[in-house]
């Protein structure tokens, strides 16, 4: 099993950024495509963007196209969020999510992420 933790949220400015951080141990993150999720209270956990296993693919949610980007660094079992341009609608808590290689890569459904973070908290105040 691979367990994730996530880093670098916190309280910024609308206009602002943030680089949120995904590190992974017990199991080397070349073996899963990667995704960030983030649910608002009283919300359900919305898809933000996902990687595929080597970081040659990627997929945004239309909410945060051209503002967020995903990327990963193999070498050192960590993904990374870095989101620019914030927006108060983009507060959440923030998590990673995993998905083993045997099944394809890009899902946008929370469903086929086996393995989730605690969570990272992004306030955004207007």
């Known amino acids: 099993q691979v367990q994730l933790v996530e880093s670098g949220g916190g309280l910024v400015q609308a206009g602002g950024s943030l680089r949120l951080s995904c590190a992974a141990s017990?199991?080397?993150?070349?073996?899963?495509?990667m995704g960030w999720f983030r649910q608002a209270p009283g919300k359900e956990r919305e898809f933000v963007a996902t990687?595929?296993?080597?970081?040659?693919?990627?997929t945004y949610a239309d909410s945060v196209k051209g503002r967020f980007t995903i990327s990963r660094d193999n070498a050192k079992n960590t993904v990374f969020l870095q989101m620019n341009s914030l927006k108060p609608e983009d507060t959440a808590v923030y998590y990673c999510g995993a998905v083993p290689t045997r099944l394809s890569a890009l899902h946008t459904s929370a469903y086929y992420y086996a393995y989730w973070g605690q969570g990272t908290q992004v306030t955004v105040s207007s």
């Open positions: 017990g199991r080397t993150l070349d073996r899963y495509h």
């Open positions: 990687i595929n296993w080597s970081g040659g693919s990627t």
